[in-house]
C-alpha cells in the first residue's frame, strides 16, 4: 500500500510542476501577483509531495518490502539499518528520485528565501525550476519507476553486494547531488533574466548564494568520492579520471568559474554574456553527467544498469533544458550588456583570465572524456583516452591558473601596476632557489619541486595578500569580510591539495615482494612483516587475511590487516588493503595469491601527504560554506539596519 | 552572429550524444582482419600430448570458434555449431578458452562435438594473440591461414546462411 | 611571460614513456615492478574502463600473467605494450598514441590554451604601456 500512495504522490508531484511551470510564466507576462506568488506555493507543495514519495520509499526499503522490485533487488533484510536507508539511491531508480527531491528541496528554498528579489525574477525562475521538475518527474514515471511492485514476492531481497555497503557510498551521492541541482538555480536564474533583459550587479548579487552553496556540495562530494575509492578500491588511486569522475568534476570546475566571474559582474557589470552562458554551461554539465552515467554512453566502472529508453529520455531533457537556454541565449543577447573593454593587470583582469583558464582546462576533459565517442563517429576508429592523457594535459594548465592565481589577488580593482606584485619578489627568488638546488640534491624530476614550489609560492602570495590587505595587524585581520576569508581558506586549500598531488605522485613508493611468514619487505625506511597468514570462509566469500607488521627503524609503527576475498557466486575476487593514514605519510599493504611453501605476493605502499589532497579539498568546500553563510548575515543585518 | 555560437556547439554535441546512443560501446572491432592467423602452439582438447599449430588452419578455408564450458552464450550457440558441422562439409575449429580440461570434454560430451579438432588455451595465450574478448567469438582463415572474418557473440541460423557461409564459398573460390 | 612558455614547453616535452634499462637478469620484484607499469597502462578490454592492474575480471588477471611472462622472458615494456596493441587495437592503450587520428585530442587543448594566453596577453600591451597617463579617466 505505501508504496502505491508514494507513486500517487509523485504523480501529483508532476502536475504540481507543470502548474509551477505555467503558471507563474502566464503571471509575469499578465503582470498578476497572484499567478506569480503561485510559483511559490507550488514549490513548496511540490517539494513536500517529492519529499513525501522519497520517504515512502525509505519506508519499503527500511521495512524490508519485497514485493517492490526496486528494494527486492537492490535491499536484503540481513542489511544494518544504515545500509538499508543508502541501498534507497544505492540504485538509478532511487538516485534519480533522490536528484529530483533535490530539485525540489532547492525550488522550495529559493521560493521561501528572504532574497529581496524583484517578483518577475523569482516568478520566471520558479517557472523554469517547475519545468524541470516536470521533467525529471516525467522522466521517472516513465522510464524508471521505483515503486514498481513485483509477483510473486520473493522471501528475501538481493542487494546484499558487500562492496556496496560503506559509510562513504552513503553519504557520497547526495552531497554530490545537492551540487548537481544546486546549479539548477543559478541556470534558471540566467534564463529569467534573459527573459527580462536584465543581467546586472544586482542579479550577481542575488545569483551567488545559490552557485557558492551547489560549489561547496560538489566540491565535498567530489572528496568525499575520491576519499571512499582511495580506502575502498586499495591500489593508491584518489583520481583516476573514470568518465564519471571526469562528468562531475566538468560542473566542478564550471562552477569554480562560475563563482569568480559573478565577482567582476558584482563589481561593475561586466562579464554578462560570459555569465550568463557560464550559469547555463554548468548545470547543462550537471545533466550532460547524468545522461552519461544513464544511458552507457560511454563505459565505466561506475554506469548504473543501461538501458536505452532512459538515455533517449535524458538526451531529450538536455535538449530541452540547455538547447531551450542557448537558444532563448541567442535571442535575447542583444538586450545584454555589451562586454566594456578592461584593464589586462588588474584584478578584474586576473578574473576573466582564471575564467579563462578553466574554461581550457573543463575543454580539456571534455574533450578527453568524450572523444572516443566523437573519433568514432567521425572516423569509426576506437580508442580509449586514460588517465596518462588527462594528467599530461590538465597538469600544464593547472600550472599556469597557479601561477597567475598566486598574483591575481594582490591587484587592485579595475587598474592596478606590475608594482603590485614586487612583494612577490623576494618569496619567487627564494622558491626559484630552493626548487633548483633541492633538485639538483635530491636529483628528482625536475617537476617534484617544481610543483611543491607552486603550491607554496600560491600559500605565500595568499598570506602576503591578506598581510598587505591587513597592514599586518590583528585588529584590521579581524575586521576582514567574511568572504575575503573564504577566498583566503579557499586558494590556502587549492594550495594544500597541490602540495598533496605533487608529493604523492612524485614521492610515493610501491614495494612488491613474494614473502614467507616472517619475511620483511621494505619500503622508504618502513618494514613490512608478514604475520600469520590465515585462510577461512565467512558468509558469502572465502578469504586470505594476513597481518601485516609495520616498523621504522625497529620501532612499531602500526599492525595493518589486509585480506583478499574470494565470491564463488560473482567469481570475483577482491582485496581489502589495510591502511594507516597520518597526517604526514600514509602507509598501506595489500596480499596477494600465495601459500607458504612459495610465500605470498605482498604489495606494500608508501604514499606521503596523500592525505592533504582530501584535507585542501575539504578546506575549499567549507571556504565555500563559510562565504556563503557569512555572506547571508551580512545581508541580513544590512537589511535589518535599513 | 557570434550569439549562435553556444547553440551551434551544443547542437554539435547533441548529434555526437545522439549518434553514441545507437553504438553499443563494449563492442570492439577487429583489428586483426587482413593478417595471418597467429602463430601459437598448444595442446588439444582431447589429447594433452598432441600440439597443435597455426599450421593445422594453411590449406583451406578454416572457421575457429572460441568456446568455454563456462560460456552461457555458447549454449546458445551450440545447436546452430552442431547443425552446421551436420550439414556441410567445413573445417570448424574449436578454441577451448579459460576453461578446465575435464569440464570442456564433459560438456562437449553432453552437447555433443561440431569441431574437427580442438585448441586448449586454458590461459588465454591465444586469446590475447587473437584480441578476444568475450567468447563466443568466430574467426575465418583463408586458405593461407589469413584472418579474413570475425563474428562478435553467437551465431543465429541467420547469420550461418547470410553472412558466414557466402565469406566461406568466396574465400575457397579464391 | 616568457617564463610561461618555458615551463609549459617543460611540462609538454617528456610526454613519451619512460625508457626501460636493458634487462640481464630480472629479479622478482623488478618485473613485478615493471609489470604493474605496463598493467596501469593497458586497458581491461571486457571490464572497461579499468587498467588490467587494476581489474578484477579473469581475463585482466591473465594478461597479466601474459605481461609478467613477456617481461620476465626479456621483453621491455614497449616492446610488451606494442604486443597487446596488435591484438587489441589502439583501444587497449589507456595512453592514445600520437597519430593522425589524435592529432585534435593532443593538439587542441594547448592551442586553446595559447590562443587564450595571447588574447589575453596581447592587447594588454598597447592599451597600457602607451597610455600611462590617463588614470583619471574610468574605464
Known amino acids: 500500500m505505501i508504496a502505491e500512495i508514494g507513486h500517487f504522490a509523485l504523480i501529483l508531484a508532476l502536475f504540481v510542476a507543470m502548474s509551477q511551470a505555467v503558471i507563474p510564466a502566464i503571471g509575469t507576462r499578465k503582470d498578476s501577483p497572484v499567478l506569480m506568488n503561485f510559483g511559490r506555493r507550488a514549490a513548496v507543495v511540490q517539494c513536500a509531495l517529492l519529499g513525501f514519495a522519497f520517504f515512502t520509499l525509505t519506508l519499503v526499503f527500511v521495512g524490508s518490502d519485497f514485493s517492490v522490485k526496486l528494494a527486492a533487488s537492490h535491499s536484503h533484510s540481513a542489511k544494518p539499518l544504515l545500509y538499508k536507508i543508502s541501498g534507497v539511491w544505492g540504485n538509478h531508480e532511487g538516485s534519480i528520485l533522490l536528484w529530483t527531491v533535490m530539485i525540489g528541496i532547492y525550488s522550495a528554498v529559493f521560493a521561501c528565501s528572504k532574497q529581496d528579489l524583484p517578483d518577475k525574477l523569482r516568478a520566471l525562475t520558479l517557472a523554469c525550476q517547475g519545468g524541470l521538475s516536470t521533467g525529471f518527474i516525467a522522466f521517472i514515471l516513465f522510464t524508471s519507476n521505483p515503486f514498481e511492485r513485483l509477483f510473486p514476492t520473493p522471501i528475501d531481497g538481493n542487494g546484499l553486494n558487500p562492496v556496496l555497503q560503506d559509510p562513504g557510498l552513503a553519504i557520497h551521492p547526495p552531497m554530490l547531488y545537492l551540487g548537481y541541482v544546486g546549479f539548477s538555480i543559478a541556470f534558471s536564474m540566467a534564463v529569467a533574466a534573459l527573459i527580462l533583459g536584465k543581467v546586472d550587479k544586482d542579479w550577481a548579487k542575488w545569483l551567488r548564494p545559490w552557485t557558492m552553496a551547489a560549489w561547496s556540495f560538489l566540491t565535498l562530494g567530489i572528496m568525499l568520492g575520491s576519499l571512499w575509492a582511495y580506502y575502498e578500491l586499495g591500489w593508491g588511486g584518489w583520481w583516476v579520471w573514470d568518465p564519471v569522475e571526469n562528468v562531475s568534476f566538468m560542473p566542478w570546475l564550471l562552477g569554480t568559474a562560475l563563482i569568480h566571474s559573478i565577482m567582476v559582474l558584482d563589481r561593475k557589470t561586466n562579464l554578462a554574456h560570459w555569465t550568463v552562458l557560464l550559469a547555463i554551461s554548468t548545470f547543462s554539465m550537471s545533466l550532460i553527467g547524468t545522461f552519461v552515467v544513464r544511458s552507457g554512453i560511454l563505459v565505466s566502472v561506475h554506469a548504473f544498469a543501461v538501458d536505452p529508453a532512459r538515455g533517449v529520455f535524458i538526451l531529450a531533457l538536455l535538449v530541452a533544458a540547455t538547447g531551450g537556454a542557448l537558444t532563448l541565449y541567442a535571442l535575447r543577447a542583444k538586450t545584454l550588456f555589451v562586454p566594456a573593454e578592461f584593464e589586462r593587470i588588474s584584478k578584474d583582469g586576473g578574473l576573466v583570465l582564471n575564467n579563462m583558464l578553466l574554461a581550457t582546462a573543463t575543454f580539456t576533459v571534455f574533450l578527453g572524456t568524450f572523444y572516443p565517442l566523437f573519433i568514432d563517429a567521425v572516423k569509426g576508429s576506437q580508442i580509449s583516452v586514460g588517465a596518462p592523457y588527462f594528467e599530461a594535459t590538465f597538469a600544464p594548465i593547472m600550472t599556469v591558473l597557479i601561477i597567475f592565481m598566486g598574483a591575481a589577488p594582490l591587484l587592485k580593482w579595475r587598474k592596478s601596476n606590475l608594482s603590485d606584485l614586487k612583494v612577490l619578489r623576494p618569496s619567487l627568488i627564494l622558491i626559484t632557489l630552493g626548487i633548483v638546488t633541492a633538485t639538483v640534491i635530491f636529483k628528482t624530476h625536475i617537476f617534484a619541486f617544481t610543483g611543491l614550489g607552486l603550491a607554496l609560492y600560491l600559500a605565500l602570495s595568499s598570506i602576503i595578500a591578506i598581510g598587505r590587505r591587513t597592514q599586518w595587524t590583528a585588529k584590521l585581520l579581524a575586521k576582514q569580510s567574511v568572504r575575503y576569508w573564504g577566498f583566503f581558506i579557499a586558494h590556502m586549500g587549492v594550495a594544500i591539495l597541490t602540495t598533496g598531488v605533487v608529493s604523492m605522485s612524485s614521492w610515493s613508493h610501491e614495494a612488491i615482494g613474494r614473502l614467507k611468514p616472517g619475511d620483511t619487505l621494505t619500503n622508504s625506511g618502513y618494514e613490512f612483516t608478514l604475520q600469520n597468514p590465515s585462510t577461512g570462509r565467512r558468509e558469502n566469500y572465502e578469504y586470505l587475511g594476513a597481518n601485516i607488521r609495520v616498523t621504522r627503524a625497529g620501532k612499531p609503527v602500526k599492525t595493518l590487516y589486509t585480506e583478499q576475498r574470494f565470491y564463488p557466486v560473482r567469481d570475483m575476487v577482491t582485496t581489502e588493503a589495510g591502511f594507516d593514514f597520518t597526517p604526514a605519510v600514509t602507509i598501506f599493504a595489500a596480499i596477494g595469491e600465495g601459500n607458504n611453501d612459495d610465500g605470498y605476493i605482498i604489495r606494500a605502499n608508501y604514499q606521503p601527504l596523500v592525505t592533504w589532497i582530501w584535507f585542501g579539498a575539504f578546506l575549499m568546500s567549507m571556504a565555500g560554506f563559510i562565504s556563503l553563510f557569512g555572506g547571508i548575515k551580512t545581508a541580513d543585518r544590512q537589511k535589518g539596519r535599513a | 552572429m557570434r550569439r549562435f555560437i553556444p547553440i551551434i556547439i551544443f547542437a554539435i554535441i547533441g548529434l555526437a550524444f545522439a549518434f553514441g546512443l545507437t553504438r553499443d560501446p563494449r563492442k570492439l572491432d577487429a583489428v586483426l582482419i587482413q593478417t595471418p592467423f597467429p602463430q601459437f602452439s598448444l595442446q588439444s582438447l582431447e589429447d594433452p600430448s598432441a600440439r597443435m599449430t597455426e599450421q593445422t588452419l594453411q590449406g583451406q578455408v578454416s572457421m575457429i570458434n572460441i568456446f568455454g564450458s563456462w560460456c552461457v552464450a555458447c549454449n546458445v550457440e551450440h545447436p546452430v555449431l552442431m547443425d552446421i558441422a551436420a550439414r556441410e562439409d567445413i573445417k570448424l575449429i574449436g578454441m577451448n578458452w579459460r576453461d578446465e580440461r575435464a569440464q570442456g570434454q564433459v560438456w562437449l560430451a553432453k552437447h555433443g562435438n561440431p569441431y574437427t579438432e580442438i585448441i586448449f588455451d586454458p590461459e588465454s595465450l591465444l586469446a590475447v594473440k587473437l584480441g578476444v574478448v568475450g567468447a563466443p567469438e568466430t574467426f575465418i582463415t583463408d586458405k593461407t591461414g589469413i584472418i579474413r572474418y570475425k563474428h562478435i557473440g553467437p551465431i543465429s541460423p541467420e547469420d550461418w546462411t547470410q553472412t558466414l557461409k557466402p565469406v566461406i564459398l568466396e574465400l575457397r573460390a579464391e | 611571460m616568457r617564463g610561461i612558455f618555458i615551463i609549459l614547453a617543460l611540462m609538454l616535452a617528456p610526454l613519451c614513456w619512460a625508457q626501460t634499462p636493458p634487462n640481464d637478469?630480472?629479479?622478482?620484484?623488478?618485473?613485478?615492478?615493471?609489470?604493474?607499469?605496463?598493467?596501469?597502462?593497458?586497458?581491461?578490454?571486457?571490464?572497461?574502463?579499468?587498467?588490467?592492474?587494476?581489474?578484477?575480471?579473469?581475463?585482466?588477471?591473465?594478461?597479466?600473467?601474459?605481461?609478467?611472462?613477456?617481461?620476465?622472458?626479456?621483453?621491455?615494456?614497449?616492446?610488451?605494450?606494442?604486443?597487446?596493441?596488435?591484438?587489441?587495437?589502439?583501444?587497449?592503450?589507456?595512453?592514445?598514441?600520437?597519430?593522425?587520428?589524435?592529432?585534435?585530442?593532443?593538439?587542441?587543448?594547448?592551442?586553446?590554451?595559447?590562443?587564450?594566453?595571447?588574447?589575453?596577453?596581447?592587447?594588454?600591451?598597447?592599451?597600457?604601456?602607451?597610455?600611462?597617463?590617463?588614470?583619471?579617466?574610468?574605464?
Open chain 3, 25 to 139: 637478469a630480472l629479479t622478482f620484484e623488478q618485473i613485478e615492478v615493471r609489470a604493474r607499469n605496463v598493467g596501469r597502462a593497458l586497458r581491461c578490454v571486457v571490464c572497461q574502463n579499468q587498467s588490467i592492474d587494476e581489474s578484477d575480471a579473469p581475463l585482466a588477471a591473465d594478461m597479466r600473467k601474459i605481461v609478467r611472462a613477456r617481461l620476465a622472458s626479456g621483453e621491455t615494456e614497449a616492446q610488451v605494450m606494442d604486443y597487446m596493441r596488435q591484438s587489441y587495437g589502439d583501444y587497449v592503450l589507456l595512453k592514445p598514441p600520437i597519430q593522425a587520428n589524435t592529432a585534435v585530442l593532443w593538439g587542441l587543448p594547448f592551442l586553446i590554451l595559447l590562443i587564450g594566453l595571447f588574447w589575453f596577453f596581447k592587447p594588454a600591451k598597447t592599451a597600457q604601456s602607451k597610455t600611462p597617463h590617463n588614470n583619471g579617466t574610468a574605464s
